[in-house]
């Protein structure tokens, strides 16, 4: 969190916090059509641009971290946030407001579209937002990877995609295991400097 947001954010009384909070993962859940990393995009325009809860870094961490830990990722997203800005009440409101507005649209639209699920007009409105989250992935892409390059450059960074894509698309390993083993490379590699100065 910023020093300008921390500071408005104490600003703000408790509920104003709360209702930030909810209106915030309220707005990414309802319309992160299919879920999963589809709404990383919408959360990602509310805590790090609208409400600055988070910098860009602290987010990509988060994603990282949060992709290799079972659970849905909008739920784990939710949940840190709401507890780093207002503690556990913040959490219940942040979770809350990704779980039960979808749940009941869910309940109430389910008939509908089981009824009519031949139709194409419904088959229509499930594809149609696909191009639209590819472009919100793409953008979010480009902000992490000119991330990335500002500490590896770009070539470490596009050799480092290069292996990712491989080894996710072609050997079919599972993402959580390739985070779980940057992430542990990552930790021993200053350990191994620190060795070779002595």
Do not use: C
């Amino acid at each position: 969190m910023t020093q300008g947001s921390k500071k408005r954010t104490a600003q703000k009384s408790a509920f104003a916090v709360h209702r930030d909070l909810f209106v915030a993962f309220f707005r990414s859940g309802i319309v992160s059509f299919g879920g999963g990393p589809s709404g990383i995009p919408l959360i990602e325009a509310e805590v790090v641009k609208r409400y600055q809860w988070m910098t860009l870094e602290e987010f990509g961490d988060l994603v990282a971290l949060a992709n290799a830990l079972p659970g849905p990722i909008n739920t784990k997203l939710a949940g840190y946030v709401g507890w780093k800005v207002k503690g556990f009440t913040g959490l219940f409101a942040a979770l809350s407001a990704v779980i039960l507005p979808t749940v009941v649209l869910m309940i109430a639209l389910l008939g509908v579209l089981v009824r009519f699920n031949d139709q194409r007009w419904v088959r229509g409105m499930t594809q149609a937002v696909l191009p639209v989250v590819g472009v919100l992935m793409a953008q979010l892409t480009w902000k992490f990877m000119k991330n990335a390059k500002k500490g590896l450059g770009w070539t470490i960074s596009l050799i480092l995609v290069g292996i990712s894509f491989v080894l996710m698309e072609v050997l079919h390993v599972h993402p959580a295991i390739l985070i779980a083993l940057t992430l542990l490379i990552v930790l021993i590699k200053p350990s191994k400097k620190a060795g070779d100065s002595k």
